[in-house]
C-alpha cells in the first residue's frame, strides 16, 4: 500500500474549517484515501474515504486531486472536541490492513 | 457505523500475571479482528490479525507465546497478555474489519490502558 506525508501538527480557530492535508504521490490506481481519527486515549474513528471523487458525510469532506497524488480533509467548522490526530491511509479495497504513520495533531482553538 | 465494545477499558495487575482483554462487534459479524498497542505518543503498531476459527497472523517481533490471540466466534475475540511485565505496559487497541457493501472499513475498540507494576 502507497505511503502517506502529513504535516506533524496543525491549529484551527473554533468554528472555522479546517483543512488537512495529505500527499500520496503514490497511490495506485485501486488504492483508496482514508481519514481515521484518534481522540486522546480512545480508539480511532472511522471519518471517510474515497477513490477519485470527492466525498462527503456528516463528519467531514474529502477533496482528492485529479491525479490523486494528494487529498484535503475538511471539517467545515471544527469544534473543540474535533482536537484529536487526524491520519490519512491509503489501502487496496481487496485488503484490510491499516497501517497508521504519524497523523496530523490537530488542535482547535477558542 | 459498527460498534466495537472491548473490554475492560483500564487494568492495573502485578507483574508476572496475566491479563484477559475482550474485544466484541456488537452488530456485525467480524471474519477478522485486529490487535494494536499504542505507546505513549507515538502512532498505532498493529500486532496481530486474527481470523475466526484459526490461528492469528503476528506481524514481526510480537511474541505469539506471550501475546495469545483466540478469535473463537465471529463477534468475540480475546488477547491475553501473559505473565505481563512492566514494559508491557501500554494502550491496547481491537478493531474489526466489516466489509459491508463496497465499503472495507475497521471499527476500533475504545482501547484498554494497561498498567504492570
Known amino acids: 500500500d502507497a505511503k502517506t506525508t502529513q504535516p506533524t501538527s496543525m491549529d484551527c480557530a473554533e468554528g472555522r474549517a479546517a483543512n488537512l492535508p495529505c500527499n500520496h504521490s503514490?497511490?495506485?490506481?485501486?488504492?483508496?484515501v482514508y481519514w481515521y481519527r484518534q481522540i486522546h486515549s480512545q480508539g480511532p474513528q472511522y471519518i471517510i474515504h474515497g477513490l477519485k471523487n470527492n466525498e462527503t458525510n456528516e463528519m467531514a469532506s474529502l477533496i482528492i486531486t485529479e491525479d490523486r497524488k494528494s487529498s484535503t480533509l475538511i471539517l467545515p467548522h471544527a469544534t473543540l472536541r474535533d482536537t484529536a490526530v487526524y491520519y490519512c491511509?491509503?489501502?487496496?479495497?481487496?485488503?484490510?490492513?491499516?497501517?497508521f504513520g504519524g497523523g496530523t495533531r490537530l488542535m482547535v482553538k477558542p | 457505523g459498527a460498534v466495537v465494545s472491548q473490554h475492560p477499558s483500564w487494568v492495573i495487575c502485578k507483574s508476572g500475571t496475566s491479563v484477559k482483554i475482550e474485544c466484541r462487534s456488537l452488530?456485525?459479524?467480524?471474519?477478522?479482528m485486529f490487535w494494536y498497542r499504542q505507546f505513549p505518543k507515538q502512532s498505532l503498531m498493529l500486532m496481530a490479525t486474527?481470523?475466526?476459527?484459526?490461528?492469528?497472523?503476528?506481524e514481526q517481533g510480537v511474541e505469539k507465546d506471550k501475546f495469545l490471540i483466540n478469535h473463537a466466534s465471529l463477534t468475540l475475540s480475546t488477547l491475553t497478555v501473559t505473565s505481563a511485565h512492566p514494559e508491557d505496559s501500554s494502550f491496547y487497541i481491537c478493531s474489526a474489519y466489516s466489509p459491508t457493501g463496497s465499503k472495507n472499513i475497521q471499527y476500533f475498540g475504545a482501547g484498554t490502558r494497561l498498567s504492570v507494576l
Open positions: 486474527s481470523n475466526e476459527g484459526s490461528k492469528a497472523t503476528y
Open positions: 491511509i491509503v489501502l487496496n479495497n481487496a485488503g484490510n490492513m491499516l497501517t
Open positions: 503514490t497511490i495506485s490506481g485501486n488504492e483508496y
Open positions: 452488530d456485525f459479524q467480524a471474519t477478522t
